[in-house]
């Protein structure tokens, strides 16, 4: 399972979602659904964009763990 701790860095750049969703370009709802563990899919661009925004890699906000 892929578990995004989008709100982990979010809170690291005190960046809120508000202002995160318009730097990035995409709605408050459909960042909120990703910072919820609700998304199935993420496009690399916004991904991208995410990362551009907070500074960070890929890695910061996604990880692996295995379903039990």
């Known amino acids: 399972m892929i578990i995004v701790d989008l709100d ?3 809170a690291k750049r005190k960046m809120p979602l508000g ?3 318009e730097l990035v ?6 960042l909120s659904i990703l910072k919820n ?3 199935k899919a ?7 964009k995410i990362c551009e925004v907070l500074d ?6 996604l990880r692996y763990e295995k379903e039990e």
């Open 8 to 10: 982990v860095m979010m």
């Open 19 to 21: 202002t995160l969703a």
């Open 25 to 30: 370009g995409i709605t408050q709802a459909n």
């Open 37 to 39: 563990n609700k998304a």
């Open 42 to 48: 993420i496009r690399f661009s916004t991904l991208e």
């Open 56 to 61: 960070c890699q890929p890695s910061d906000i």
